[in-house]
């Protein structure tokens, strides 16, 4: 029986399309008409509201909080501020990540933790004597995502300390009579914040905030569209991108963090002392250049894209329906180089863009490589190139 | 203005045409100057704020037909460039009903097949045969045409080019594109729908910008051009630039100076300077004398070949040809600022039909009573009305909850019989108001403010000559080979040096930008021949 979210009483009269996906077991809105873009113009340009409610939240407290978090996580979370949040990862001690989330810091000995998978018991398995608690809550706290350009203005006129908030930040708030931890975070690369909220209060913080957005151009948004906004971002999805290395059945699913694009998450590393689950093996991979692949994000030439259809006397498509199936890349000479996780073409930078995987000589941008694409049935191949992520970047994001 | 008087390139008018044209003749390391007459640039592509917090798009009011190349040549996504799909089609009827099309096929065949069952069948095989014909004449429009009375080897190679590309077109699919070119709007349809709402719905796009009726041969080629418009590879969709277009017009222009152009605003050209059979400049209307090689007119034909240049300087034929060249701008525009969103008695309390096109115009016979009174010299006393409430899909065009609507208004003929668009029209905006009231009762009470354009205005402000606003009718005699006269189709002029690229050249009006980009090409090609030759 699949589980609604504290936003599904006033969302489901608003999903026009009958359209829901099954997210960690509970029901969230595909889409909420057909056309995508409506939705997907309204986080570009005005704001969009996304239940994100299904991902897992771990609370970990105790005086032993930071030092089990310090040496779990990829990141240093003793870098981290209170009322800071931090994007990390965390891996097997063979150095392949398990998963990814975010992790946000009330207090030295209180924090939450986000997945998109389980990982309560993975967690507990590694406390052993720490005095830290872990408490699974994602039934606890809904959470709204407010992500577009008018995000900050909309969610400040119901409590103008938003506005203060920096890229990565928190705070508790109240909207109206509804408490709420309002984070500057969120999925689609864009302005953006997320609300936490107890369940019995998510009709009453949906009604606020709908309702100061009614006559800004603001909509609410399904998943279609922020697994889009996502891709324009260059941010990764667990099952698409990568799986976790706990249920990889070969190392072929495995991806260690440098693989990921992650390397930025250990600047600093060989300054520091911190032992952290997988540290030897990154740093090996580090010293003796191990990495098979290298995460980028990948451009399609638009000239080279028109000319192989139109040679076939077709009119190049541009489908702004993602793609995570893997689609092969070749180099110069045709050998099999890489593949792409996630591909798109997106309407806000005009181009078929990809998250894939290449090998590392093939990594810095601006690297040619050939994508493979079907037409008439056979193999052609068009030229794309590695181009830094985000590929969307607003100065907004993080101003 | 900067201190040096002497420009490789200088273009004159910043219009969309005359942008893009800069800009790559910038980026192709000319030094070039944009001259515009007003105080901003876009020419009929321009975004005002012409009553506070309402930014209406004055003139031009869509994006469809830009021509994705330019998009990526002229690295447009990085100054800015937002086409934001509008896209869904309301037409009210008069009973009170109404075909609400949008994005999804099964819906529309449902929403079709309330009116007809047949017609929501027909609609996979007239989208299908549409697609097949975009198909076919596409590279007819994405290319320079050939010249037709031209004898050297390259005229020849384009001419046997173009046969071979109709030769591989199946025989079905080149007589609909015949019958589409030379044909009525409403035949073409008749072969596959029945009902006549969504005849008309269709038949409009037959209709916009020019003095046909959907029953007149003719009006098919105007349906079909509007046809070869997409956004994101969709065709037939239409889109709203972000800003309007006068947020697109804005970031051509940053893209042309990114390149180096120079743009210089509040300038009037008085002429272009001849000497010996090639031009050597312009002269501003205040006597100063500007040096470059090459000069290039966005304006439109009439104004390109007999206002900016001397008539006598051009060979008569050309001239005759010139003057032949039907204008007759037949177009409004009437814009409202909104206190909220209109209603439909149909959908109470629905607004999201209004995220795209608002179609007023019900039936054929609505369409073609329209068309009678401008064949009479008047403007139609139920007047089609495309309309569109931007504001609901980029909220900044309005301030929070009100909106701005854009009303494109036929017909409106640019001559009236015996009257004076400047007495009429306040007449002609109550027509409007009151036709809008009749689909959307209370429509009348949400009015905050108006802007009329008239087809005079158009030509006053913008300067497109009689308001035509494809800067010259879409007729057959008129298009291709024959834009703007026979042999002066591909840019060049009788005079060396001068250049034409506006929408009254090869592939037409709409913001497309392709007359500016061709005409670079054209300009570009000619310097290197010149420099080999050397």
């Not at chain 1, 045709?334 to 093939?362: D, E, F, K, N």
């Not at chain 2, 607004?351 to 795209?356: A, N, P, S």
């Not at chain 2, 494109?408 to 009257?419: D, H, I, R, S």
């Amino acid at each position: 029986m699949f589980k609604t979210t504290p936003f599904y009483e006033r969302l489901a009269p608003l999903n026009e399309t009958g359209l829901w996906s099954h997210w960690s077991g509970y029901l969230v809105p595909r889409k909420f008409q057909m056309n995508d873009k409506i939705e997907y113009f309204a986080v570009r340009n005005s704001a969009a509201l996304f239940d994100t409610s299904p991902l897992y939240k771990y609370r970990l407290t105790g005086a032993d909080a930071e030092r089990f978090l310090a040496g779990v996580l990829a990141r240093d979370i003793r870098q981290c501020h209170n009322g800071q949040a931090q994007y990390t990862c965390w891996c097997d001690d063979r150095g392949f990540v398990v998963e990814d989330g975010v992790v946000f810091r009330t207090s030295a000995d209180d924090y939450m933790l986000t997945s998109a998978e389980p990982n309560f018991a993975y967690f507990k398995a590694l406390v052993g004597t720490l005095r830290v608690s872990i408490e699974d809550i994602s039934a606890n706290l809904g959470a709204l995502a407010v992500q577009g350009p008018r995000a900050r203005m909309l969610l400040a006129s119901l409590a103008p300390e938003v506005a203060d908030l920096k890229f990565f930040e928190h705070t508790q708030v109240k909207f109206g009579d509804v408490p709420a931890m309002v984070s500057r975070t969120g999925y689609t690369g864009d302005l953006g914040f997320e609300v936490w909220v107890a369940p019995h209060d998510g009709s009453a913080l949906w009604d606020l905030i709908a309702g100061a957005g009614k006559d800004l151009g603001v909509l609410p948004a399904g998943q279609n569209v922020l697994v889009m906004t996502r891709i324009e971002a260059g941010l990764i999805l667990i099952g698409a991108d990568f799986h976790s290395s706990r249920f990889a059945l070969s190392d072929h699913d495995s991806s260690t963090p440098l693989e990921l694009g992650f390397g930025w998450m250990f600047n600093g590393l060989a300054n520091s002392d911190r032992r952290f689950i997988g540290r030897t093996a990154i740093e090996r991979e580090i010293r003796d250049r191990t990495s098979r692949w290298k995460t980028v994000g990948l451009v399609v030439d638009w000239q080279d894209w028109n000319r192989v259809y139109q040679t076939e006397g077709l009119i190049p498509p541009k489908d702004i329906t993602p793609v995570t199936s893997e689609i092969m890349l070749y180099d110069d000479d045709g050998v099999h180089v890489g593949y792409t996780t996630s591909m798109m073409y997106s309407p806000i930078l005009q181009r078929h863009i990809a998250i894939g995987r290449v090998r590392p000589h093939l990594s810095s941008v601006g690297s040619r490589v050939h994508l493979e694409a079907t037409i008439h049935h056979r193999y052609r191949t068009v030229t794309t190139h590695v181009a830094k992520t985000a590929l969307f970047n607003p100065a907004r994001k993080t101003s | 203005m900067s201190t040096s008087r002497t420009y490789d390139a200088i273009v004159i008018g910043g219009g969309h045409n005359g942008l893009v044209n800069g800009a790559y003749l910038a980026k192709a390391g000319m030094k070039t100057l944009i001259i515009e007459r007003r105080h901003l640039v876009g020419g009929a592509a321009i975004t005002e704020e012409l009553y506070p917090g309402f930014h209406f798009t004055t003139f031009s009011y869509a994006l469809s037909l830009l021509r994705p190349e330019i998009i990526h040549e002229l690295h447009l996504v990085k100054h800015g460039f937002m086409p934001i799909q509008m896209s869904s089609s309301f037409a009210p009827m008069e009973d009170g009903d109404y075909l609400w099309q949008g994005s999804d096929r099964d819906e529309n065949i449902h929403e079709i097949a309330r009116h007809s069952r047949h017609d929501a069948d027909a609609m996979d095989q007239f989208d299908h045969d549409m697609h097949q014909i975009c198909q076919a004449m596409k590279p007819l429009m994405d290319s320079i045409p050939p010249n037709l009375f031209g004898n050297g080897p390259d005229d020849l190679l384009q001419l046997a080019d173009l046969a071979r590309h109709l030769k591989g077109l199946q025989p079905r699919v080149l007589h609909n594109c015949v019958r589409l070119l030379t044909g009525s709007a409403a035949d073409f349809l008749d072969d596959y729908f029945e009902s006549d709402i969504v005849k008309a719905t269709l038949a409009s796009s037959g209709i916009i910008g020019s003095k046909v009726g959907p029953r007149s041969q003719g009006s098919g080629l105007v349906l079909l051009f509007h046809k070869l418009g997409e956004i994101d590879g969709s065709f037939g969709s239409w889109g709203f630039h972000k800003g309007g277009n006068g947020g697109f017009t804005q970031v051509l222009a940053r893209a042309a100076q990114a390149f180096g152009a120079e743009i210089v605003l509040d300038t009037a050209v008085d002429h272009v300077i001849i000497s010996n059979g090639r031009t050597t400049g312009v002269a501003l209307v205040d006597g100063t004398e500007l040096n470059a090689a090459v000069v290039v007119s966005s304006l439109d034909p009439r104004r390109t070949f007999t206002q900016l240049v001397d008539p006598r300087e051009l060979p008569t034929e050309l001239v005759d040809n010139i003057r032949r060249f039907r204008f007759q701008g037949t177009s409004a525009k009437v814009n409202f600022a909104l206190d909220g969103l209109p209603s439909h008695p149909a959908l109470p309390g629905r607004v999201d039909h209004y995220r795209g096109f608002v179609n007023i115009g019900p039936t054929m016979d609505y369409l073609e009573h329209a068309y009678d009174d401008a064949k009479y010299g008047w403007y139609s006393k139920r007047p089609y009305i495309d309309a569109c409430i931007q504001s609901t899909v980029d909220p900044d065009m309005a301030p929070p909850g009100k909106h701005v609507m854009s009303c494109f208004v036929q017909y409106a003929p640019y001559e009236l019989k015996n009257g004076d668009w400047d007495v009429e029209r306040e007449g002609f905006g109550d027509v409007v108001e009151d036709t809008i009231e009749s689909f959307f009762p209370g429509f009348k009470s949400l009015v905050l403010h108006r802007e009329i354009v008239t087809p005079l205005d158009i030509e006053r402000v913008v300067g497109l000559s009689e308001g035509n606003i494809f800067a010259g009718e879409f007729l057959a005699p008129q298009m291709f080979f024959f834009r703007p006269a026979p042999g002066w189709n591909q840019y060049r002029t009788p005079i060396d040096g001068y250049y034409q690229c506006g929408s009254g050249t090869h592939p037409g009006g709409c913001v497309m930008g392709a007359p500016g980009r061709f005409a670079s090409q054209q300009i570009l090609a000619d310097a290197a021949r010149s420099t080999s030759a050397r």
